[in-house]
């Protein structure tokens, strides 16, 4: 048995048994499975199974833009973004549920999408082929083939459905042979002059197409394919100005690009800059807790404090990227991003029975309201949650679960298996030097808790391969026990934010037990001196009534508002140089039910001191902005809970904090 610490898995060698990048991309140190390879169970698989009787599910039955005659299926009808947003998300619900009705409906999709496609190779909506602007500018409109190709790609790797190779082949001839200027052309001030904004999307979102390249390219060899790469890289926008993209959902999808090419331009500083627009980004406007940003649809000049929404869009859409750029590098970093998304702020998009989701989430949200007062740049309802509202992100929160799931775990360019991202799932996959098929249950309550078991339940024979087991940026206490036995890791490199490589004969009945501290740490914003309270991967928030009250829909599908029972302006009573004397875990369900993401159904309670800020109130139906700390208070100091914040869709989780004498401000 060898067992090492690796940054990433060694590129060396190429993986032998699945579609990985060939000569000459830059080898890719993670391959993603196939779709079904990966069954997700406990909580993760609930979420899915209230999307499939949810409002993903039968978004049929309540989006006009899914109606028999939208575009998709081979008519004169536009058919844009809004379809393929909810068909990838869709499709591969219908596979990782293997629910009939769904499927049904994936397959007719399906056929539907292929059977549209035109001699040229064109497909899709005959409306996007040819625009005709106001301006006589002529282009093809190819934004909402990006998003389509997802789902074509998840259903080959399920089926190996023999049209989609020469589909993608003959589409992205079409795209090569386009005139420039018809091809992601440049279309200025938002498609003003042109008279439609839509096709100005696409050179914005054009580096979408680059996995999709790459991956056809992996499978045929076609060198021209790698010419269409580098075309669509350079057509893609610029800068928007110092900062890469105001727009919400266009940085998420943006900021990735460079690393994403880098796989073919092997140039150092593409995945630097990709870095770079993040850490920017991040730096300036994410002063809230666990990846989320301060962008009700666009950043705006003074608009950093945790009370600005993040679109539901922007998470779905990040945690893709988190995923492609994981793969490009190898990095647990990106990982570790995703699960600050998904774990923190996915959970209090949506209703508890996901049959509705809002607009916008904050970090400091304690009412969510139906008015259209809020101080967001979006006006009209934002934070109400409805089945029936919020165009986009009603259909792109599809991918939000189904992708989280299939990413858990990858291969490894040296036949080994990645523990990626820790849920309770089943894996099946090739291994080791003669692509022997291993059968991995993972049994765990994470985030909640640091422990998981994996058991190799099945194995052709005794098989030898690596076995990688990543260990969070968080984590400073990663513990391993092999069959009953501690692995003795005295002698390793500080493991955090690395994997830890455990190579060996492995059968069937093995066990890797896996135990990671969660200890109680502080997050301190440098704007204000507010802090967030965490444990493991996880933010707390604290503990606020709800009241659901309907404010529209219908009886089956409801539309709510949620508004406050209890008090929620309070400022931390804390010791930054000993936050556990004042911060202590006082719960942690014995039990993780099957839907955990509720104020009632929280597994973990962390008690803390507070006194209330009376001055600290609501500006438009929105919570006012933070102000420096510490902060005076001649309040009474009680104890006040906090939960998890994806359990939390109302939300305190930037709190001022509460001090004493001339170094104290006045709340004004």
């Not at 269409?228 to 900062?243: G, N, S, T």
């Not at 150092?268 to 301060?294: A, C, V």
């Not at 998470?315 to 490009?328: D, N, P």
């Amino acid at each position: 048995m060898q067992i090492t610490v690796v940054s990433r898995p060694s590129v060396e060698t190429s993986n032998a048994f699945y579609n990985t990048n060939r000569e000459p991309l830059l080898p890719s140190p993670f391959t993603k499975l196939p779709l079904g390879h990966i069954q997700p169970k406990g909580w993760l698989k609930h979420q899915l199974d209230l999307m499939a009787e949810g409002m993903t599910g039968r978004l049929t039955e309540l989006s006009i833009f899914l109606d028999a005659e939208n575009g998709w299926f081979g008519g004169t009808a536009m058919g844009w973004e809004e379809q393929p947003y909810w068909f990838r998300g869709f499709h591969n619900l219908a596979v990782l549920t293997g629910n009939e009705r769904l499927l049904a409906e994936a397959n007719r999709w399906i056929d539907a999408v292929i059977n549209s496609q035109d001699a040229d190779g064109y497909f899709g909506a005959r409306y996007h082929k040819r625009l005709e602007g106001a301006n006589g500018q002529v282009c093809a409109d190819l934004w909402p083939h990006m998003i389509m190709l997802d789902a074509v790609i998840s259903h080959y790797e399920h089926s190996n459905d023999a049209r989609v190779i020469p589909f993608l082949t003959r589409f992205f001839t079409f795209c090569r042979d386009l005139p420039d200027e018809m091809f992601l052309p440049l279309i200025t001030n938002g498609g003003q002059e042109f008279g439609d904004w839509r096709p100005w999307w696409q050179r914005r979102r054009a580096g979408d197409f680059l996995p999709q390249i790459y991956w056809l390219y992996n499978h045929t060899g076609d060198a021209w394919l790698l010419d269409l790469a580098a075309k669509v890289f350079q057509r893609i926008d610029p800068a928007q100005d110092e900062w890469l993209d105001h727009h919400i959902v266009n940085f998420t999808q943006r900021f990735r690009y460079p690393g994403n090419f880098y796989a073919q331009s092997k140039a150092q500083w593409h995945l630097d800059q990709t870095e770079y627009w993040y850490q920017q980004h991040l730096i300036t406007w994410g002063q809230q807790p666990r990846g989320i940003f301060g962008a009700d649809e666009n950043i705006r000049t003074g608009c950093v404090d945790p009370r600005q929404g993040f679109e539901t869009c922007g998470m779905v859409e990040f945690a893709k990227s988190f995923y492609i750029l994981g793969r490009v590098t190898g990095d647990t970093i990106w990982a570790d991003r995703c699960e600050d998304v998904m774990l923190n702020h996915f959970p209090a998009s949506g209703t508890p029975d996901l049959k509705g989701l809002h607009y916008l989430t904050a970090s400091n949200q304690p009412q969510l309201d139906a008015s259209e007062l809020h101080e967001y740049q979006n006006k009209g309802r934002m934070v109400s949650y409805s089945p029936h509202d919020y165009r986009c992100c009603q259909h792109n929160v599809a991918m939000g679960w189904p992708y989280y799931a299939e990413n858990l775990w990858q291969v490894s360019a040296d036949n080994g298996l990645v523990a990626w991202l820790y849920a309770a799932s089943t894996v099946t996959a090739k291994v080791g030097s003669g692509g022997e098929e291993v059968i991995v249950e993972a049994s765990t309550d994470y985030p909640f808790r640091g422990h998981v078991t994996l058991t190799i339940a099945a194995a052709s024979a005794a098989t030898t391969f690596p076995l990688y087991l990543r260990v969070p940026g968080w984590c400073s206490d990663f513990k391993v026990v092999l069959n009953g036995e501690p692995v003795d890791l005295s002698g390793l490199e500080d493991l955090t934010g690395l994997f830890l490589r455990i190579e060996r004969e492995w059968s069937s009945g093995d066990r890797v037990g896996i135990d990671m501290g969660m200890q109680i740490s502080l997050t301190e914003w440098p704007r204000t001196g507010s802090v967030s309270v965490n444990r493991g991967p996880l933010t707390y928030s604290l503990r606020i009534g709800e009241r659901w009250q309907q404010c529209g829909g219908t009886r089956e599908w409801p539309e709510w508002e949620v508004l406050p029972t209890t008090p929620w302006n309070y400022g931390l009573v804390i010791d930054r140089e000993n936050p556990e004397a004042a911060l202590r875990v006082t719960r942690v369900a014995e039990l993780i039910g099957e839907q955990p993401w509720t104020l009632e159904a929280a597994p973990i309670e962390i008690t803390a001191r507070g006194r209330r800020i009376p001055q600290w109130g609501l500006e438009n139906e929105t919570v006012e902005q933070l102000q420096p700390s510490p902060v005076k208070s001649d309040q009474p100091e009680e104890e006040i809970t906090l939960i998890p914040l994806g359990c939390a869709r109302l939300r305190i989780a930037c709190f001022p904090t509460i001090g004493e004498g001339p170094q104290a401000w006045e709340w004004r």
